[in-house]
Structure formats: C-alpha cells, structure tokens
C-alpha cells in the first residue's frame, strides 16, 4: 500500500519537476516593457474601428535592449489606443535580448504583462548551447524562458582550467 501512495506522489509530482527543468535564463532581467515600441517595416495600415495595425516586410522592433523580427507583425493597441498592448508576429521570428536569441514561427508579446509566447520549431541559442522545443514562454521582466514540448538540448562542457 505504502509502494502505490508513493509512486502516485511521484506521477502527480512529475509533471511540475520536468517542467521546472524546462526554465531558464533569457536575456537581461529587468526588461522595461514601459519603454517606447519603435518599428520598421516596409509597409503599414492601420484599421481605426478595431485599434490594429499591421506592418509587412522586413518588420523590425526594438523597446530596450530588446529586438524582434519577422516578415509579418499586427499589432494592437489598448482601448483608448494610446498605447501598444500587444505585437502578433508570423512567419518566421527572431527574438534577441542580451545575448540570446531565439527563433520560431510565430511570438505573442504581451506588452503590459511583458511575456513573450513564441511557438512553433522554436530554436533558442544561447552562447555555444542551443535547445529546442514546441513552444517557450519568456517572462522579460523576470528574464526567464519555459520551454515545452519535446524539449531538447545540447550543452557545450566548458574547458576545465589546469
């Protein structure tokens, strides 16, 4: 009896201890998300009734030590739409903080929460090691990353001084 409480204390803890494994740092902590959003991009249109634009080609945007790229963005603005709320990035982004960077098909950042949703074939490069996943959640303010579903890595030993 003792054996079976055991291991279901292992089954329902399990889950929680791989996806701690999961986190790790993410560019430099303490990302100001109050900071001004500029873009770039090659082309812009604007739709007022819904509070959204969109850039295409070549989109670029810097707040802070942060830059994100990608071919296509939408970005939508708060209610009174005096400020951005959130960017929608599609079709291939890049994301660098610091001296990381990472890659996906597509990022969610939510401005006010200053939280990055990047999905799909998601690359992250981070000095000599790299890892990949499904999907990764970075926290900017925190400068933290989760990353889940079929999480792999490699991690490059340091030479050992003598």
């Known amino acids: 009896m003792s054996t079976r ?15 701690a494994q999961n986190t790790v740092a993410f560019g430099k902590s303490d990302q100001n998300t109050a900071l001004p959003v500029e873009v770039t991009a090659q082309s812009f249109s604007v739709d007022q009734d819904k509070g ?4 295409s080609g ?6 802070g030590e942060m830059q994100l790229s990608a071919p296509w963005v939408l970005v939508v ?3 009174d739409q005096s400020r951005v709320e959130r960017l929608e990035a599609r079709d291939g982004v890049i994301l660098v ?10 990022a969610d950042y939510n401005v006010d929460k200053g939280l990055v ?17 499904n999907e990764m959640k ?10 889940g579903g079929k999480v792999r890595t490699v991690l490059q030993p340091t030479a050992r001084k003598n």
């Open 58 to 63: 070549d989109v670029l945007i810097i707040q």
């Open 97 to 106: 903080s610091g001296e990381d960077a990472a890659e996906a098909s597509r």
């Open 138 to 147: 970075i926290d900017l303010i925190a400068g933290t990353a989760e990353m």
């Open 77 to 79: 603005y708060s209610q």
């Open 117 to 133: 949703v990047m999905s799909g074939d998601v690359l992250l490069n981070q000095g000599p090691n790299t890892l990949t996943s």
């Open 5 to 19: 409480i055991a291991f279901l204390c292992l089954m329902i803890c399990l889950p929680g201890m791989v996806w």
């Open 52 to 55: 959204t634009a969109v850039f």
